[in-house]
């Protein structure tokens, strides 16, 4: 074999459409890592932005209170004193529920430029903050960036047709194969010279150029780890590629031939099996109409300010602790209807909102059983995993923010209802998401989904090389 | 002569089983991408109608409510489907579909419907503009890569040419055979976008939509021409089929699915958007800056003067609807240009993309048939920006009866305040921003043509 | 050296036999041309002998050895020149010589490839132009050199002198001849029935997969090959 190597290099220092499709691969990468970078620097700078936003303003509150405390001003509106529930919520407190990136998100901009990111998390109803979107060309969200995955997903497995469908027959075409086969070699061992050469040195130079990348174009080293388990999927979807390149070229006669039927394979899995699966699902599990959604919430809203008092009764029956004690006047009224209006508007949304959700679960739930049909569609869900710009990873998050969302109520209700003095500036509840620990099986699983039909491929095409 | 090449041609397609499953295949596809984009247009437009019939019930049931209380209570305009979305849903799905028009502030659209679907949607929607766009090109490339290169290596080109055949008669001839060949697959296409049009279009606007869809199905089919011209010229020129196949195949991946994408990602680094969060905090910022006031604080004083009083108590008008009507005004012109500086961002990215026709020509055709659909960023923006105008004209009104309301008890007549309707912009005005699109597609048509021409003039057998 | 005994091989697509019940034997040291028209099994002879076809009924063997059994081994003994000699293009005759003598096993010094060049009548100015611009004579002229350099116990020749000029022609015969000296088994599918004549040992006349008739050298010279041949195919 090391011969076999050594002579196939000459064939390959001449073979001007393999470095070009190697040139033009990493090229590509390249390009993809540094938008996928410029991203999530944008993205990081908006946490920076909304973090630093959120202390200046609780740091605002602690000294302003301190001052007004040395000297109470005159005519201060409790909707403007930091001592006060009410003021401080209003116009102090600017707490932002953050989804974190990961230290791959780079690899995948996924979903992440599509859903929102933060959210600023009030005792108001969800709807009043949950639709907080980044500004984005819309024209960009529906072409897909041009990021790392992409280059693995779409341009790799195209790098590989260009190297790999002649091989086998061009050498039949020009004549050369009949010689070739004169000679005491094992054909097979020869042709599988042929692909290992170019295989490595393509996927090699993909890995180096990845590694290179990241850190040249200024991603964290710390993340490497998940970047190289990154590289070890798209290597072997490369590797499933190659696999189907010898196996197409072991039962094809013409180059033609093959290049035309590797292409149609990749149409197949690229573009037509995930927007037919798309398709397929959304008729299948559509989603509710937000038109609807909104018409009834509206409804739902207006009924439940119709009936604030009466709300209000039976708010205070459920939470006898938020009643009026001993404190005169309806100074607070205000606030208990709204409190009494908001639950009743949650209560009427939840059901809405769960619907969507539901039916988005049941299309995640199909795709990841579906996945597994399509190489293409196991290294995207694995790459957006990795890179926790998925959609699930992105559900747990918003299943994090009603959670705030709900300690947030529970802390602003009593204190906005009985007490006007407000100190507690280290208690507001913060968002509590943890990521799951990562899934080394699932990413075993996704090896195995790519390595086994590429292995299978191999093994159906056996010794069928000849004149 | 050239009738015989093009019957040869024709018979050698239409008879070639490759050829035949592929047009099947993409016919089927576009055809069941069609329909169900049809069955969605009617059910968003009917969607959208009931929610919008709510609204107005809600509106009008407002009773004996302060004017600004009710501008407070607001309303929302949903933006119905374009018919033409079911040749090409363009950027719909990621576009807002209503906006709460309320006092004191333009909002931004809210329910994306992208929002409620998984990552499978950015691998691209299934549609008859992807099968036209990106699936129809390669077919032109399927045809006709060999037509001259197969039929070098057949040896039979010599033949053809010993024959005297002119090698222009040639081109002529397999052109149109691949042309016929190729309408098989155009007519159901183009068949969908016509029938969408007249029977999907609101009453008053089928004259429009169904220019649109004519226009539609011409662009594509320039576009196409210029795939099969390039492919002819690439087959004459290359010295075996197999180099004229994969020239082509590296010219329809890079120019097809890898420029648009990094073009966008380039009109992004050359024209930043600023960050949400800070767009936000300065328009915030701007509302808040009590800077220009003192104009208010003028016009209060010429008033006060004009009806010999000394507060405005006692003034014959009530004086908030004055100062909420300032206001309004004032915020307005802050609105104005915080949303046209992101727009003409927006714009200006889309130029960097538009640009890139010089490459490919499918940036333009993608331009051009979004535009036509109704479903490009530009004609979002009109709904936005008619929306914007009710919302300015409503407030206008309530401030005005405010104003007027001083010792009346008469309750506001709500509907004063007309429901909302999107009137869509007409083809002309939709195109006028893409000239240059349709100046690069047709120039790619004229420069394949021409190449094509040459290259056939040196055919070498 | 050169075997088949009982060979017999049909095609799927055909209805007569290629090959049927053919049995040769060439010696070290023998030239057997084996005449006949196009379809009569020649080519389908060395096909077998190189494992390219595998017979259906009978054998084939070098030195010895079943080719269908021993197909790296016997490849080894064994060297071919095809019809039409199909070399790599952007390869010099030396880097194509080269590529194909150390896949064969063989590795020589620069010099060593060049003299085998020269042997085989490759003119020095040619060695390191690159093959793409090479005549089909000089592109033969590689193929003998990759032969030579082969170091094969038995040769295989599939209409070797076609399309070539008279000149060539010639010299390929005499450097037959030193082959033949050498101790080496050629075996010569031809139509050229004068150049059959003047070199070999032995001829065979094929017709529908069958040996008509054997000639040795002796019946050779007194006998009108080309009256025979016509008979032959008359019958």
Request: glycine fraction near 8%; include cysteine.
């Amino acid at each position: 074999m090391p011969t076999l190597l050594r002579l196939e290099w000459r064939h390959v220092r001449r073979d001007l459409a393999f470095w070009l499709a190697t040139l033009l691969l990493v090229a590509a990468l390249i390009y993809g890592l540094a938008n996928g970078l410029a991203w999530t620097r944008f993205q990081a700078s908006t946490i920076r932005q909304a973090e630093t936003l959120a202390a200046e303003r609780l740091a605002a509150a602690r000294t302003d209170a301190a001052k007004f405390d040395q000297a109470p001003p005159a005519n201060l509106s409790p909707n403007l004193d930091p001592r006060d529930t009410r003021g401080f919520e209003f116009n102090y407190l600017r707490r932002f529920a953050v989804l974190p990136q990961a230290p791959a998100a780079a690899l995948a901009v996924g979903q992440s430029d599509l859903l929102p990111s933060l959210h600023r998390v009030t005792y108001r109803p969800r709807d009043s903050f949950l639709h907080n979107y980044e500004i984005e060309n819309p024209l960009r969200l529906m072409l897909g960036r041009f990021d790392a995955t992409f280059v693995a997903l779409y341009l790799l497995p195209l790098a590989v047709i260009v190297i790999a469908h002649g091989l086998l027959a061009r050498e039949r075409a020009g004549g050369t194969l009949a010689l070739l086969q004169a000679q005491p070699l094992s054909l097979t061992r020869w042709l599988a010279a042929r692909f290992f050469l170019r295989g490595g040195i393509l996927l090699g130079v993909f890995a180096v150029a990845t590694w290179a990348g990241w850190l040249g174009l200024g991603g964290a080293p710390s993340a490497l780890g998940a970047v190289t388990v990154w590289l070890a999927l798209v290597l072997a979807y490369g590797a499933f590629w190659f696999a189907l390149a010898w196996f197409v070229a072991s039962h094809s006669t013409s180059a033609s031939g093959s290049a035309l039927s590797l292409a149609a394979t990749w149409l197949f899995f690229v573009i037509l099996f995930p927007a037919g699966l798309n398709l397929a699902l959304t008729q299948l599990y559509p989603p509710p109409s937000r038109a609807a959604f909104q018409d009834e919430l509206r409804e739902g809203t207006d009924d439940a300010s119709r009936r604030g008092s009466q709300l209000l009764a039976q708010y205070l029956e459920d939470h006898p602790e938020l009643a009026p004690a001993g404190k005169p006047g309806n100074e607070n009224d205000f606030f208990r209807v709204r409190f009494a209006v908001n639950a009743e508007v949650e209560r009427l949304a939840a059901p809405l909102r769960a619907a969507f959700t539901a039916q988005l679960g049941r299309q995640q739930t199909a795709i990841e059983h579906l996945r597994w049909l399509s190489p293409t569609l196991v290294l995207h869900h694995e790459s957006l995993v990795l890179a926790g710009t998925d959609r699930a990873r992105h559900q747990r998050w918003l299943a994090a923010i009603g959670d705030l969302h709900t300690r947030t109520v529970d802390f602003f209700a009593p204190r906005l209802l009985r007490s006007a003095n407000f100190r507690d500036y280290d208690q507001v509840p913060a968002l509590d998401f943890r990521e799951p620990p990562p899934q080394r099986i699932a990413f075993l699983a996704a090896l195995a989904a790519l390595l086994i039909p590429a292995s299978a491929l191999l093994l159906l095409s056996g010794r069928r090389v000849g004149l | 002569m050239i009738a015989t090449i093009v019957r040869h041609t024709f018979a050698e397609l239409v008879r070639d089983g490759r050829f035949r499953l592929t047009a099947a295949l993409l016919v089927v596809l576009a055809l069941v991408a069609g329909l169900a984009g049809w069955q969605q247009v009617r059910a968003l437009h009917a969607e959208a109608a009931a929610a919008g019939t709510g609204e107005r019930g809600r509106w009008l049931g407002q009773g004996g409510k302060n004017p600004h209380a009710a501008a407070h209570y607001g309303t929302y305009a949903f933006k119905a489907p374009r018919p033409l979305a079911v040749v090409d849903p363009g950027v719909q799905a990621y576009l807002g579909s209503a906006v709460f028009l309320e006092a004191h502030r333009q909002n931004e659209p809210l329910h994306r419907p992208a929002q409620d679907g998984t990552a499978l949607q950015r691998f691209g929607d299934l549609s008859p503009a992807l099968v036209g766009q990106a699936l129809l090109p390669l077919l032109v490339i399927l045809l006709g890569y060999a037509a001259f290169a197969g039929e070098r290596e057949r040896g039979t080109l010599r033949q053809l040419l010993a024959l005297g055949v002119q090698p222009l008669h040639l081109l002529v001839g397999k052109a149109l055979g691949c042309i016929a060949a190729l309408t098989l697959v155009l007519v159901p296409l183009a068949a969908l976008g016509v029938a969408a049009a007249a029977l999907l279009a609101p009453p008053g606007q089928q004259g429009d939509e169904l220019l649109r869809a004519l226009a539609w199905v011409a662009v594509h089919t320039i576009y196409l021409g210029a795939f099969l011209f390039l492919t002819l010229a690439v087959s004459a020129l290359a010295r075996s089929a197999r180099t004229a196949l994969v020239v082509l195949l590296g010219f329809w991946l890079i120019g097809v699915v890898a420029l648009p994408r990094a073009l966008s990602d380039l009109g992004r680094s050359l024209h930043p958007t600023p960050s949400s969060l800070a767009f936000r905090n300065e328009l915030d910022a701007a509302l808040g800056d009590p800077h220009g006031r003192e104009t208010l604080e003028a016009q209060r004083v010429a008033i006060l003067k004009q009806y010999g009083v000394s507060r405005t108590q006692d003034l014959p008008i009530n004086w908030s609807g004055i100062a909420l009507q300032f206001g309004e005004e004032r915020a307005n012109q802050i609105f104005d240009r915080f949303f046209q500086g992101l727009w003409a961002t927006l714009a200006a990215q889309d130029s960097i993309f538009q640009l890139g026709a010089i490459v490919s020509p499918a940036p333009a055709i993608q331009l051009l048939s979004q535009a036509l659909a109704g479903n490009d960023t530009a004609q979002h923006l009109n709904f936005l920006t008619q929306a914007e105008q009710h919302r300015r004209e409503m407030q206008r009104t309530l401030n005005g009866a405010l104003r007027d309301s001083k010792g009346s008890n008469a309750a506001f007549d709500w509907n004063r305040i007309p429901p909302f309707g999107f009137s869509p912009p007409p083809i002309t005005s939709a195109l006028a921003p893409l000239l240059p699109s349709l100046a690069f597609l047709i120039a790619w048509f004229a420069a394949t043509a021409v190449a094509a021409t040459v290259a056939v003039r040196r055919l070498r057998a | 050296m050169l075997t088949t005994e009982a060979l017999t091989k049909r095609f799927p697509s055909a209805a007569a036999l290629a090959v049927d019940n053919l049995t040769l034997n060439v010696a070290p040291g023998e030239l057997f041309a084996l005449l006949g028209p196009n379809g009569a099994g020649k080519t389908t002879t060395i096909n077998c002998l190189l494992g390219f076809v595998t017979p259906d009924a009978g054998r084939a063997l070098i030195d010895g050895l079943d080719v269908t059994r021993e197909p790296l081994e016997t490849k080894r003994r064994v060297a071919y020149i095809p019809e039409q000699v199909n070399l790599y293009g952007y390869f010099s005759g030396v880097e194509n010589l080269a590529y194909f003598s150390e896949l064969a096993g063989h590795r020589y010094p620069d010099a060593g490839l060049r003299k085998f060049l020269a042997v085989a009548g490759l003119e020095p100015a040619a060695h390191d132009r690159r093959v793409a611009g090479y005549s089909k004579g000089m592109r033969q002229k590689v193929g003998i050199a990759i032969a030579l350099a082969k170091q094969a116990k038995a040769l295989l020749l599939d209409e070797p002198t076609s399309g070539l000029d008279p000149s060539a022609s010639h010299e390929f015969s005499q450097l037959l001849h030193q082959l033949r000296e050498q101790g080496l088994a050629i075996l010569m599918a031809t139509h050229d029935l004068f150049r059959a004549k003047q070199d070999a040992t032995r001829v065979g006349i094929m017709r529908h997969g069958r040996l008509a008739h054997i000639l040795t050298a002796d019946e050779l010279g007194h006998t009108d090959l080309e009256k025979l041949y016509l008979e032959t195919m008359g019958n």
